[in-house]
């Protein structure tokens, strides 16, 4: 019985593949993105992990995504253990839909408007609206996003104007944009939480004074300059406890949610990474290493399988 993890960025395997081998792990990888499904064949035996990720189609691999929902459909309906499944899958893909669950789950979120429908000329001018409503200075992101790409802050409606007839603007690839309100940080850094398994692993800032808003932390999207990360040691907050509620009210056993402490005194959560990318310098720093936190929760649920699968034989089922 082994682990099956699904993804279509081998460029981010190596932390994970590593910390598997290390703990013994049978692992494989299961590369999303093209190629046939057999509706009527039985799934392997085994435990699965989705990574898959929001910015798979600025990697070339378009349909990523519905492959992805189709696989983990099939698994789920022959009762396959999924870790980060179906349910999850779609959170990733949306930012609209992550604001909206963590606003009713009584987390706060930057106040935002989703604009359905951006291309070039009259269709912007949704956009343009909700600029107005907003008040500047104010965001504007895809709301299928990843890695911080096509996140701009605009001063003025007018700006935006600009950018939307200039050659820079790239049109949303599930059409929908979201502009948001700029959250002034007290300080330069965001903090993001990292959650394995139901449990607080650690938490991280990222400098924004230095990084601005492109803050892939994996190793295969460094830029060599001095890290702007660094492990946000003995982080305790309440907000901890309520990242966790909402983890297990949706099924997210592995994520990373990311808060902004703003010059008011709000705490604004507006990013949950359930496809999460650990910084290597950080991981090595925290007391437990998130790579492998997540192999030892994934031989866990491998055993729990393997158990079940002989309790099966011995019933003669
Ligand atoms: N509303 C906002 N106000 C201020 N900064 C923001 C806001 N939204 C995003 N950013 C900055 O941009 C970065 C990337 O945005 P994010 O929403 O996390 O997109 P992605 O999914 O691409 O990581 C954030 O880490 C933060 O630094
Ligand atoms: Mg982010």
């Given at each position: 019985m082994k682990l099956h993890v699904l993804h279509e960025?081998?460029?981010?395997y190596p932390p994970f593949a590593a910390a598997f081998d290390a703990e013994g792990v049978a692992h494989e990888e299961w590369l999303l993105g093209e190629g046939s499904l057999d509706l009527d064949a039985e799934p392997p035996q085994g435990v699965f992990w989705s990574r898959m990720?929001?910015?798979?189609?600025?990697?070339?691999?378009?349909?990523a995504k519905d492959h992805t929902r189709a696989v983990l459909c099939w698994l789920e309906a022959h009762g396959r253990r999924v870790v980060n499944g179906r349910r999850v899958l779609e959170l990733e893909m949306s930012k609209a839909e992550q604001l909206t669950a963590l606003r009713r789950a009584g987390i706060a979120v930057p106040r935002t408007i989703a604009v359905v429908g951006a291309g070039p000329?009259?269709?912007?001018r949704g956009i343009l609206d909700a600029a107005g409503r907003i008040g500047a200075p104010f965001i504007v992101k895809p709301?299928?996003?990843?890695?911080?790409?096509g996140v701009r802050r605009f001063d003025s409606v007018r700006e935006l104007a600009e950018h939307l007839d200039g050659p820079a603007w790239e049109p949303p690839v599930d059409g929908v944009s979201l502009v948001q309100e700029y959250i002034r940080a007290a300080e330069p850094f965001i903090t993001r939480v990292e959650i394995v398994g139901g449990e607080f692993l650690y938490a991280l800032t990222a400098d924004t004074a230095r990084g601005?808003?492109?803050?892939?932390?994996?190793d295969a999207c460094a830029?060599?300059?001095?890290?702007i990360f660094a492990l946000r040691k003995g982080f305790e907050h309440p907000i901890i406890e309520r990242y966790l509620a909402f983890a297990a009210e949706y099924g997210i056993e592995i994520a990373g949610f990311e808060f902004i402490e703003a010059d008011d005194g709000r705490i604004l959560t507006y990013d949950v990474n359930t496809n999460t990318n650990y910084n290597p310098e950080v991981d090595a720093a925290a007391p437990r290493s998130a790579p492998r936190q997540i192999a030892r929760y994934l031989t866990s649920l491998l055993d729990v399988e393997a158990a079940l699968a002989s309790a099966h034989v011995r019933e003669g089922r």
């Open positions: 960025n081998p460029d981010w990720s929001a910015s798979s189609y600025t990697r070339g691999h378009p349909w000329g009259e269709r912007a709301n299928q996003g990843g890695k911080g790409l601005g808003f492109e803050l892939c932390p994996a830029v060599p300059t001095e890290s």
